[in-house]
């Protein structure tokens, strides 16, 4: 293998892991405010949220045709 390409190769595995540290060192500085709250979690209770609100409207909606049926 030529020189010149046995230094690029070691040039550019250099840049790599340069680039990572610096990356590292970068992200460290970067709090972690809401470390506990899961995605999955928070998009499970929107869609209970959800279905119990349309239940209680199709509830409602049951409740008031069976009370007054000659509408």
Request: net charge positive; glycine share 2%; proline share 3%.
């Amino acid at each position: 293998m030529e020189t010149w390409k046995v230094i690029l190769i070691i040039a550019i595995v250099f840049g790599v892991v340069w680039s990572n540290i610096a990356l590292l060192k970068y992200s460290a500085k970067f709090e972690m405010k809401r470390l506990n709250q899961d995605p999955i979690e928070k998009a499970k209770a929107s869609l209970k949220e959800k279905e119990s609100t349309e239940n209680n409207d199709n509830k409602d909606n049951t409740e008031a045709k069976t009370k007054n049926p000659h509408q």
